[in-house]
């Protein structure tokens, strides 16, 4: 026991963060405890339902999911490209308007009334959440533009790395990450001169009690099952093609060691190829995914989401896919739960604090990915 004790002390001492993380995150549990047992000790406690922590938990994971799968890509570039791509946000942005314009084309032609709220809305008399597009009412149009909004992200992506990255293969990561910045602003000024600058709304509000889970309150919307469903889907999916493919097997070599990958043999230009394709298509279903939750789309809102992929990745370990999705989960979690402590207009800083505490006390991430240095 004196040894236990003294190596936990010497741990303590020799990373004082450590203790500071831990004794925060206590002090956050006793003050969680305490809201829900409704009771009050000066600032510690104060009121909290059951039904609100269970919701905030549950709309951290269905945005974390949807993080966590378009960090999959970002990663999968790091970690066989060697370089930060900044123009992973506008592959979101650019897979959801291309999916959800074939979605909403195909529910048109189906259904009138969607039609009909469509010449209202572009007459400017009807809200976003006005238009009709939904799962329950027209779910073959939503499942087309989903696999409508990987296909077209990936061959974009493919297209960029043909146009901007292929002939700076040799260059240094700066020199591809601003190769990078420049092609971010073509995708998304192409986007915003194609579909406009305003917000508009895409799906049907949505009732929460579609369907109601009894533990902890939780009510699950349609939509929200879909994201869960095909993000868990897609996850798994990528999991079988990296353990149990040569396509796989060849990924892992590359970001393993990419000289030892070479000499063996790997077709190193395929490799780069598939990786951008499914890193660009998983991109495209995230940001696909990401409007059906929150039914509105603008054509910078995939740019503004990069930060949290970033913020996702860095703290799973950039490079690790499985990381990402984990990394994911845990930012969508401290995005909506931690609207119990602060405003909602800082949920985003208290993300961003969680990935700078990880760097600070481990820079390599939760799954050990490539160093964040």
């Known amino acids: ?33 305490a809201k829900l047992s409704g009771v009050g000790l000066g600032p510690i406690g104060g009121s909290l339902s059951v039904d609100r922590l269970g919701s905030n938990l ?7 999911l949807v993080i966590g799968l378009a960090g999959i890509g970002l ?8 370089f930060a791509n ?16 074939v979605a909403f084309l195909i529910a048109g032609f189906g259904d009138a009334s969607i039609r009909a709220l469509v010449t209202v809305r572009d007459a400017g008399s009807a809200s976003p959440g006005d238009i009709g597009a939904h799962i329950l009412t027209t779910p073959g149009a939503i499942l087309v533009g989903l696999v409508v909004a990987f296909a077209v992200t990936a061959l974009l992506a493919v297209a960029l790395d043909r146009a901007f990255y292929k002939p700076m293969r040799d260059r240094d990561g700066i020199a591809l990450l601003i190769a990078s910045i420049g092609a971010a602003l073509v995708v998304r000024y192409l986007l915003q001169f194609g ?9 049907a509000s949505v009732d929460a009690s579609n369907l109601a889970f009894g533990p902890l309150g939780v009510s699950v919307n349609a939509h929200e099952l879909t994201i869960l469903v095909a993000a868990v889907g897609l996850m798994l999916a990528m999991h079988a093609m990296l353990q149990h493919t040569k396509l796989g097997t060849a990924m892992r070599a590359m970001a393993d060691n990419k000289d030892l990958a070479l000499i063996t043999g790997i077709p190193a230009e395929r490799v780069v190829t598939a990786t951008w394709i499914i890193g660009g298509g998983l991109a495209g279903a995230s940001g696909y995914l990401y409007v059906l939750l929150r039914g509105t789309i603008q054509f910078d809102f995939g740019w503004l989401l990069l930060l949290l992929i970033f913020a996702a990745v860095i703290l799973g370990g950039i ?47 939760l799954f050990g990915g490539v160093s964040t240095a």
């Open 319 to 365: 490079g690790s896919v499985y990381g990402a999705i984990v990394g994911g989960l845990v930012i969508g979690v401290v995005f909506t739960t931690s609207t119990i402590w602060i405003p909602s207009d800082f949920n985003q800083a208290a993300a961003f604090a969680v990935m700078i505490l990880m760097l600070l006390l481990r820079p390599e991430g």
């Open 1 to 33: 026991m004196g040894l236990t004790d003294s190596s936990v002390v010497d741990s303590a001492r020799a990373r004082p963060g450590l203790l500071f993380v831990a004794l925060l995150a206590a002090l956050l549990l006793v003050d969680l405890a």
């Open 86 to 101: 900044f123009s992973h946000g506008d592959l979101v942005s650019a897979g959801a308007f291309t999916g959800w314009g």
């Open 58 to 64: 549950w709309n951290g994971v269905v945005i974390g």
């Open 195 to 203: 579909y406009g600058s305003d917000r508009r709304g895409v799906t």
């Open 75 to 82: 990663s999968m570039t790091y970690s066989i490209l060697s």
